[in-house]
């Protein structure tokens, strides 16, 4: 049988999609790139499997939206009901086709159902990531259960999967899981992609390392609830779906997923990290300030506590250490005195600020800083003069719990939006403002995509009016981060916790998808606030260094070493930010567990800097050598380990690195390695290395 098929493909990927009989198309082939005599034709035949006993007698395919109407055996790609409530099982059809240098749109119809269904497939130039959405609509009113982004198959041969969980300051922990006959479901219903559930898979082999081996790495660019489905049928063939969280949309004409981002990535985690950071970087943020400016923000300096001398006093700390921008945190709206209260009423508290905010961001813009503020526009207190006049702009039933004091507001609705923007507008109209922490601090009550859809058109109102103001999403740290709020911010707060032990990790599994330039990370208080760890400075500073540096603590309480410590860290940040925020993080894979190793490579590859960060003691006595990795092999680099200083008595060896820059190959540091002098722990290495 003679079959459509189309090819996406480059350097890095090919997909090969056919279609029988002009049934839905399913992928015959995705993996490495194939060459360009391929006969697509040869490869659709060759997709066909066995039938044998206790089979039907035709395989139903693993569509781009696998059909119950074909028999199919595992989860179906739609699920719906009509306007009577009887179950949707349509039959489409193939109705056109369009394409274009980077991508296709197939269409198919159920003509008996009048059901349409749209595939919308790209392959992004540059960066190698398919994007892929689909699309439903319908000449009559439907409920949809269950829509999925294009099905995608994965090998028998990978047979593992690397799935994201975690909780509030302990964000992205990863997991990594075998295939098994059956699904693994991840249904997040709290309304946001949040804490425990990033929406991010990775499939692979046990062989697989951040350096070497294959890996099928996709991520659904979602900022509401997500459902992850990872099935192995009874046959062995094994798929991967994507969308929206169960019961998240109501009844309607048309549905659309999100864009699943999807790589094939044939050398480690990292080949694959490297698109998800680029494609972020280059092709989706926008608007962000460069250079990157040294972030200070108060929240754990004073908390609710505003007093406009110690603000102005905190700010003029701050600038001496080397930041560029105030961030006036939670406290300066309503009569916002702890989190009981106000949310809603975005009026300046003219107890705290008599005179307004012009005072402080004066005395701010004075300093040379760029003055920035907190909202959390999404959330609403009963004690606040909104809910007294609009108790039904809530989200979900008032007898609801509450979470952090507060509840929801219903962003679906217009009159909320209005309001919101009015109340933002106007305090970045009257004031010199170019930043917003944007905080969501707690889950929804209910489950709706909606909800989702009007915080966006919220964000991107306020975008295109206040083109200048870049904008942060922090949902208690990391419980709204994924590429969909990326399209619209500039920046994400990974997590609350500023324990440098914990965004050593945190940092660490995030780099599989996100770059340096958009993480932020900040210096914390001597002892944690939230795991009441006292860490040293050195720690503390070079763990923030590592990606969108900050401070957050009260700096009049640093002694002059600390201070001292952080003015050059952060000295040493700004002179290296501009080429930093451009460059790679790979993953480094370190045989001592102990050890949280990334090299920071830059576009060109004409330098990097490594950073080696004992997390806890090693089991031997000493590190094994830190390979690197994605040099190029015959050409010599200079390496200096630029805090040598910070060796301890105990290390009482003589290594090369302790005393003098090494020259060596890109073969010799990938194959052999750098032997690093003995550390204690919680020590952080740091190496710059130029290209000769």
């Given amino acids: 049988m003679q079959a459509r098929t189309w090819h996406l493909g480059d350097a890095h990927q090919s997909l090969v999609l056919a279609s029988f009989g002009d049934s839905l198309p399913e992928a015959v082939y995705w993996g490495p790139p194939l060459p360009e005599k391929e006969s697509l034709q040869s490869l659709a035949a060759a997709s066909a499997t066995d039938v044998t006993g206790g089979m039907v007698d035709s395989n139903a395919p693993i569509s781009l939206s696998p059909e119950a109407s074909r028999t199919f055996p595992g989860q179906a790609g739609l699920a719906g009901r009509d306007a009577e409530g009887n179950p949707l099982t349509p039959d489409f059809r193939f109705a056109g086709e369009a394409s274009n240098d980077h991508g296709l749109t197939l ?123 990872a099935e192995e049928l009874a046959d062995g063939r094994r798929h991967v779906q994507f969308g929206h969280a169960s019961a998240s949309m109501k009844g309607n004409h048309t549905f659309r997923t999100a864009p699943l981002l999807a790589t094939y990535a044939a050398s480690g985690f990292n080949s694959a990290a490297v698109r998800f950071q680029r494609h972020a970087r280059n092709r989706l943020v926008s608007g962000e300030k460069t250079p990157r400016p040294v972030h200070y923000n108060c929240w754990e300096a004073v908390y609710f506590d505003h007093k406009i001398e110690e603000l102005k006093s905190i700010a003029s700390r701050a600038a001496d250490l080397g930041a560029e921008r ?21 009026g300046i508290d003219r107890r705290k600020y008599p005179d307004g905010l012009a005072p402080l961001v004066e005395h701010v ?54 309001y919101l923007y009015d109340c933002i507008a106007e305090v970045l109209s009257t004031n010199d403002i170019g930043y917003i922490k944007w905080d969501h601090n707690r889950v929804l009550p209910i489950v709706d995509a909606a909800q989702t859809e009007g915080t966006y058109a919220l964000i991107d109102r306020l975008r295109a009016d206040f083109p200048h103001v870049e904008i942060e999403s922090c949902a208690s740290g990391g419980g709204r981060v994924d590429f969909g709020i990326l399209k619209r911010t500039q920046r994400v707060w990974l997590s609350d916790s500023n324990d440098a032990l914990e965004r050593q990790r945190i940092q660490h599994d995030a780099a599989l998808f996100l770059p340096a330039s958009v993480t932020g990370s900040h210096v914390g208080p001597r002892k944690c606030h939230t795991s009441g760890r ?49 460059a790679d993080i790979l993953r480094l894979d370190c045989p001592d567990p102990a050890l949280i190793a990334e090299q920071q490579l830059a576009e060109d590859k004409s330098r990097f800097v490594v950073f080696a960060a004992l997390t806890r003691p090693s089991n031997q006595i000493l590190q094994p050598p830190l390979r690197l990795t994605g040099l190029e092999a015959g050409a010599q680099y ?16 003589s290594p090369f690195l302790k005393e003098n820059d090494l020259v060596a190959s890109g073969q010799y540091l990938m194959s052999h390695g750098l032997n690093l002098p003995w550390c204690f722990p919680e020590t952080i290495w740091v190496l710059e290395a130029q290209r000769i």
């Fill in 107 to 229: 269409t198919y119809e159920d003509a008996a159902l009048d059901l349409s269904l749209v595939f919308d497939l790209t392959l992004t130039p540059e960066t190698s990531l398919l994007q892929m959405q689909t699309q439903l609509e319908s000449q009559g009113r439907i409920t949809v259960d269950w829509l999925a982004a294009p099905v995608m198959p994965v090998p028998a041969h990978t047979g593992e999967m690397i799935e994201f969980s975690g909780r509030w300051c302990a964000e992205f922990q990863t997991r990594r899981l075998p295939f098994a006959p059956g699904a693994r479901v991840r249904d997040n219903r709290t309304g946001r992609s949040d804490h425990a559930h990033f929406p991010g898979l990775i499939v692979c082999s046990a062989q697989t390392s951040n350096t070497s081996g294959e890996a099928y790495a996709f991520h659904y660019a979602w900022s509401g609830g997500h459902r992850m489905v």
């Fill in 326 to 346: 105030f961030v006036l945190d939670d406290g300066w709206f309503g009569l916002r005195d702890n989190d009981t209260s106000s949310l809603g009423d975005w």
């Fill in 365 to 418: 813009k004075g300093l040379g800083l760029e003055f920035g503020i907190w909202f959390e526009p999404e959330m609403i207190n009963e004690d606040s003069d909104l809910f007294r006049s609009h108790p039904e702009w809530v989200l979900g039933p008032l007898n609801q719990v509450r979470g952090r004091q507060q509840l929801c507001l219903d962003m679906s609705r217009d009159d909320v939006r209005t």
């Fill in 534 to 582: 006292t860490l040293n400075m050195k720690f503390r500073a070079w763990t923030a260094a590592q990606r969108h540096m900050g401070f957050e603590m009260d700096p009049r309480e640093l002694t002059d070493e600390e201070a001292a410590v952080l003015k050059h860290v952060t000295g040493w940040w700004k002179a290296n930010r501009d080429w930093m925020v451009h």
């Fill in 638 to 653: 200079t390496i200096k380990l630029i805090n040598r200083e910070d060796a301890a008595d105990l290390s009482r060896g």
